[in-house]
């Protein structure tokens, strides 16, 4: 896949987001039918949902200098570069409905396939899945906590990029 950088993408692209930079602007132009395309220095990746493919490729060295370039405010020339998926799989999507789908069985709609469900999943009372629960909650409020030289790390779900390498240039 050819992906064409245009001054007008340059213009609508948001610095520091995976979602919206410059790159993914550019695929989802060429591509509006693709889906969940996140740009980062190692790997560029989006969803076909008309084939219900996730593609990742491997960040060619001219788009991850042209990423750097650009989310630290360079200016930036028009360039078109090359993207060849390295891993292709299924989306969660397709597989699980392939693997647990609605079936008729004498006019009553029954599901097929699937996990069986967790001890204590009614009224969530067991003893395993209190303490699970409660291991749970820790592991996240640790996670969560920054440490203290930090304090310039914006917390976000997946959107932001930032890099830990104070020297790194476009």
């Given at each position: 896949?050819?992906?064409?950088?245009?001054?007008?993408?340059?213009?609508?692209?948001?610095?520091?987001?995976?979602?919206?930079?410059?790159?993914?602007?550019?695929?989802?132009?060429?591509?509006?039918?693709?889906?969940?395309?996140?740009?980062?220095?190692?790997?560029?990746?989006?969803?076909?949902?008309?084939t219900?493919?996730?593609?990742?490729?491997?960040?060619?060295?001219?788009?991850?200098?042209?990423?750097?370039?650009?989310?630290?405010g360079?200016?930036?020339?028009?360039?078109?570069?090359s993207?060849?998926?390295?891993?292709?799989?299924?989306?969660?999507?397709?597989?699980?409905?392939?693997?647990?789908?609605?079936?008729?069985?004498?006019?009553?709609?029954?599901?097929t396939?699937?996990?069986?469900?967790?001890?204590?999943?009614?009224?969530?009372?067991?003893?395993?899945?209190?303490?699970?629960?409660?291991?749970?909650?820790?592991?996240?409020?640790?996670?969560?906590?920054l440490?203290?030289?930090?304090?310039?790390?914006?917390?976000?779900?997946?959107?932001?990029?930032?890099?830990?390498?104070?020297?790194?240039?476009?």
């Amino acid at each position: 896949m050819r992906v064409t950088i245009t001054p007008e993408l340059l213009e609508r692209g948001v610095q520091e987001d995976s979602r919206h930079c410059v790159i993914a602007e550019a695929i989802k132009e060429q591509n509006p039918h693709f889906k969940s395309i996140l740009v980062d220095l190692q790997t560029i990746r989006w969803t076909n949902p008309r084939t219900g493919k996730r593609y990742i490729c491997l960040t060619p060295e001219v788009a991850s200098s042209l990423l750097v370039a650009f989310d630290q405010g360079h200016e930036i020339e028009p360039v078109a570069f090359s993207l060849r998926p390295s891993q292709v799989t299924t989306t969660d999507r397709v597989a699980a409905s392939r693997k647990r789908g609605p079936t008729q069985v004498d006019g009553q709609l029954k599901i097929t396939g699937g996990q069986p469900t967790r001890t204590g999943h009614l009224g969530g009372t067991s003893d395993v899945y209190q303490a699970n629960r409660v291991a749970r909650r820790e592991r996240q409020r640790k996670s969560a906590e920054l440490p203290g030289d930090a304090s310039n790390v914006v917390r976000s779900k997946s959107r932001y990029r930032q890099y830990g390498l104070r020297l790194l240039k476009g």
